[in-house]
């Protein structure tokens, strides 16, 4: 008897990688996903953290992907692999500090890897020819199956009859009158096959799933690395960059400020590494110091503090204020007025 033929999808959660995966399960190819987390991740947590989006899905996307059609997904952690990627993308950034094509070479290639581990056949992916403007165009996806060594192992089942033939293909494993020619960034024929297949609770089919596509996060990566004189983080960092309100009133030091008690929460979780301040006469935020501050720093970020609480328009605010080294002392404080807090402040 001839084996089934099996293949690794890469599942992102998003309605393209759903019905890739789909169409080649309809060709009586056994597949398993796999989806790598970078720390970057839109979904999930923040809306977990903030009270107004309490309301909002809590699901992981590509769990929920992979429950829909039935396979085994495969998590698989590479924060530390990918700092590269972000720090130094070989092929530049996209709109704001995404590295498109270098991210999707890398993700090819971390499934090549795990498909030669695993003993698979071949690797498919959700991309659309002229889907994205950076790392799904017709010049670039050569582009990727080289550079992850992928080569004619990836199959891109949406838009493979515009694309030469693969290795699964030519054996015969897949047959390619049954694949799409999907071009461009219309989601209608997505979304026509979606109702095709019966999906319909799916995830924005234009949606991102990267908070590096995200123009206000890419900001406060770029005042990090500036702040900080070097182009690295840690994950708390990057946690801490989709949480809060940020502000750099002064070169050598930023704060964050929660929103809401969702994110003051949240922010606890952080106070044993930063200095931190709360107001005790007034409901208000938690507020983290990241960075060197002396006296007269304290003293400000204890005024901005205090604007963003109850008593904003009170005389004095008393401020409790923790440093890092472990003292603790209360400051009584003015609060800032908006006048006094220009604009370039917020990150």
């Not at 769990?63 to 039935?70: K, R």
């Not at 550079?147 to 199959?155: H, N, P, Q, V």
């Not at 890419?218 to 940020?246: C, F, N, P, S, T």
Request: hydrophobic share 35%.
């Amino acid at each position: 008897m001839t084996p089934q033929r099996k293949a690794v999808a890469l599942i992102s959660g998003g309605l393209d990688s759903m019905l890739a995966a789909r169409l080649i399960l309809d060709q009586n190819i056994h597949i398993e996903g796999i989806n790598f987390y970078t720390g970057f991740c839109v979904e999930g947590h923040t809306h977990a953290i903030r009270n107004k989006d309490r309301s909002k899905p809590k699901r992981n996307n590509a769990l929920w992907v992979a429950e829909q059609l039935g396979i085994r997904l495969h998590i698989v952690e590479v924060i530390d692999e990918y700092k590269d990627i972000v720090i130094n993308p070989k092929h530049g950034y996209g709109a704001n500090l995404n590295p498109c094509l270098d991210c999707k070479g890398f993700m090819v290639r971390k499934a090549v890897e795990w498909m030669r581990e695993n003993d698979f056949d071949f690797i498919i992916t959700g991309e659309v020819i002229g889907q994205r403007p950076k790392s799904q165009r017709r010049d670039t996806m050569p582009v990727v199956a080289r550079e992850s060594g992928a080569d004619e192992l990836l199959l891109r089942p949406l838009c493979a009859k515009l694309l030469p033939l693969t290795h699964a293909e030519k054996e015969g494993w897949v047959d390619r009158e049954k694949l799409m020619g999907f071009n461009g960034r219309n989601r209608k024929p997505q979304m026509a096959l979606a109702a095709q297949y019966g999906f319909k609770d799916y995830a924005q089919p234009a949606g991102g799933c990267c908070f590096l596509t995200d123009e206000n996060y890419a900001r406060r990566l770029a005042d990090l690395w500036a702040g900080r004189g070097q182009r690295d983080y840690e994950l708390d960092d990057i946690m801490l960059l989709k949480v809060g309100r940020h502000l750099r009133p002064r070169p050598h030091f930023k704060l964050i400020v929660g929103r809401d008690e969702g994110e003051n929460n949240f922010l606890r979780g952080y106070t044993t590494r930063f200095t931190h301040f709360y107001a005790k006469s007034h409901l208000g935020p938690l507020v983290l110091l990241d960075g060197e501050a002396d006296k007269r720093d304290v003293r400000l970020a204890a005024e901005i503090t205090a604007r963003f609480g109850k008593g904003r328009n009170a005389d004095k605010v008393v401020i409790s204020v923790h440093e890092q080294n472990g003292e603790e002392r209360d400051l009584t404080v003015t609060p800032l007025t908006p006048e006094c807090m220009p604009q370039e402040w917020y990150l």
